[in-house]
């Protein structure tokens, strides 16, 4: 499976945006990029995915390099509630359906 | 967005017991579920695949006959940690996937087992 490489940890102020970068240079031509989030004793929660075009959702925006190589997820307003893991991973074809979790960015949001 | 349950949502049994989590999908039929595990301040382990009908698939590394896996219906799967010690205690989470609109997997909140 191809992996993602994501920063540990990023700090951001509250109403700022956020730009959490994801690093996938072995992705296949097939892979949907997803970004989930994980609050604190939750289960992780959907926020977007794309395959080679640009996309927008109500949580958040997702970029993705023209190469497919790299993305970063957007995060428009940081707001307190948005403080989590987010966990970059490339989902193989639909015949499997299986995520492999990284080790995620800790994202800070400061008041 | 759709909706998945996990019961209990945590458990505390004495070693040596078995100890039965389900995972319910509320509002769409789950052919296929996942069972992670999440030790503290480490990322989700994908344990199994369940499938409804049939075996489930099991990670490299996992037991097979310490974590039982049942799909018995669309909506409902069920990880048995049989025979449990203190080093199985973790966070266990399960996800449904949903493949009639984006092929997405939804999460469970997640059950706490301490092991005594």
């Known amino acids: 499976d191809a992996k993602t490489t994501q920063p540990n940890s990023m700090e951001s102020n509250e109403e700022e945006p956020v730009h959490l970068p994801c690093n996938h240079s072995?992705?296949?031509?097939?892979?949907?990029i997803h970004w989930y989030r994980q609050l604190p004793s939750q289960g992780p929660e959907y926020v977007i995915h794309?395959?080679?075009s640009n996309v927008n959702n109500r949580m958040a925006s997702l970029a993705i390099a023209e190469d497919r190589k790299s993305s970063t997820l957007i995060l428009h307003r940081a707001t307190l509630r948005d403080a989590a893991v987010y966990y970059c991973?490339?989902?193989?074809?639909?015949?499997?359906?299986?995520?492999?979790f990284g080790q995620g960015t800790t994202l800070q949001v400061k008041p | 967005g759709a909706v998945v349950s996990q019961h209990p949502s945590r458990v505390i049994c004495k070693s040596g017991t078995s100890v039965k989590i389900e995972c319910r999908s509320l509002?769409?039929?789950?052919?296929?579920m996942f069972w992670y595990r999440q030790f503290p301040k480490q990322s989700l382990m994908l344990m199994a695949t369940?499938?409804?009908?049939?075996?489930?698939?099991?990670e490299q590394g996992v037991e097979k006959d310490k974590f039982l896996i049942n799909h018995a219906s669309l909506t409902l799967s069920t990880l048995t940690v049989t025979s449990a010690h203190p080093e199985d205690s973790s966070f266990y989470i399960c996800?449904?996937?949903?493949?009639?609109?984006?092929?997405?997997?939804?999460f469970g909140p997640g059950t706490r087992l301490t092991v005594t």
């Open positions: 991973i490339l989902r193989p074809p639909r015949n499997t359906g299986k995520l492999i």
């Open positions: 996800s449904a996937l949903r493949t009639t609109s984006s092929y997405e997997q939804y």
């Open positions: 072995t992705i296949s031509g097939t892979d949907y």
């Open positions: 509002d769409f039929q789950a052919t296929t």
């Open positions: 369940s499938n409804e009908g049939s075996k489930a698939t099991y």
């Open positions: 794309g395959l080679t």
